[in-house]
């Protein structure tokens, strides 16, 4: 099925360990997000990539990493999880610019850090 | 500060009741997306609109750029429209708001 796939859907970590959420489209999108849903917030950006080969930091970058292996393929790396970043988080894509397409969401990657 | 006011936060209906959301934003946008979101699910596109009006089946999605206002209505609800409901618009970057939550008893 077309569309945009993030893993795992579940994960529950230590407080100080590491892990990383992939996500895969293949839309052959240029614009790939990762976001984070927080009770009562609406979607905030973590860090964003307009196209392969560059990333940039969003509303929230503090704890994270990414990488856009390739077009397809843009992760998402905690180097040492904190219970702060307990939270669900999305990863989307679009074609072209922020506004001009529609974003195509993955199902969400629910983390929880004891 | 939020760039994205929707009302009301929670809404509950009884099935075949019209519904409106509304949504207010206050920066420059280039388009207004509505959003869905089921219980422990996946968020989905509805619309994208930059004026005017869209309608796919029960779903109406307005906009009015001038007052920076849209709306969006279900006519005939059904519980199965029970859900979050997200508008989100885009201008250098997407803003979001924090999501109606709607539910329609049968």
């Known amino acids: 099925n077309a569309g945009v796939t993030q893993t795992p859907k579940f994960q529950v970590l230590k407080t100080g360990q590491s892990m990383t959420l992939q996500c895969a489209q293949d839309m052959n999108h240029n614009s790939m997000y990762w976001y984070r849903q927080d009770p009562g917030m609406g979607l905030r950006l973590i860090y964003y990539?307009?196209?392969?080969?560059?990333?940039d930091k969003g509303e929230v970058p503090n704890g994270y990493n990414v990488s856009r292996l390739n077009k397809r393929e843009f992760s998402l790396r905690l180097e040492s999880a904190a219970p702060s970043q307990t939270s669900v988080y999305f990863c989307?894509?679009?074609?072209?610019?922020?506004?001009?397409?529609?974003?195509?969401f993955g199902a969400g990657s629910r983390l929880t850090v004891l | 500060k939020n760039e994205v006011e929707q009302s009301p936060q929670n809404l509950t209906a009884q099935e075949g009741e019209f519904i409106t959301i509304n949504c207010s934003y206050s920066?420059?946008?280039?388009?207004l997306h509505w959003l869905q979101q089921h219980p422990g699910g996946g968020i989905v596109s509805l619309f994208m609109?930059?004026?005017g009006k869209k309608k796919h089946g029960r779903l109406i999605a307005t906009i009015n750029i001038q007052e920076k206002h849209s709306s969006l209505h279900i006519t005939a609800s059904h519980p199965r429209d029970s859900a979050v409901y997200i508008c989100?618009?885009?201008?250098?970057?997407?803003?979001f708001g924090t999501g109606t939550s709607l539910t329609v008893i049968p």
């Open positions: 609109l930059s004026s």
């Open positions: 990539s307009a196209s392969e080969g560059t990333t």
């Open positions: 920066v420059g946008i280039s388009a």
């Open positions: 989307a894509s679009n074609e072209g610019s922020a506004g001009a397409n529609v974003l195509t």
């Open positions: 989100a618009v885009a201008g250098n970057q997407f803003y």
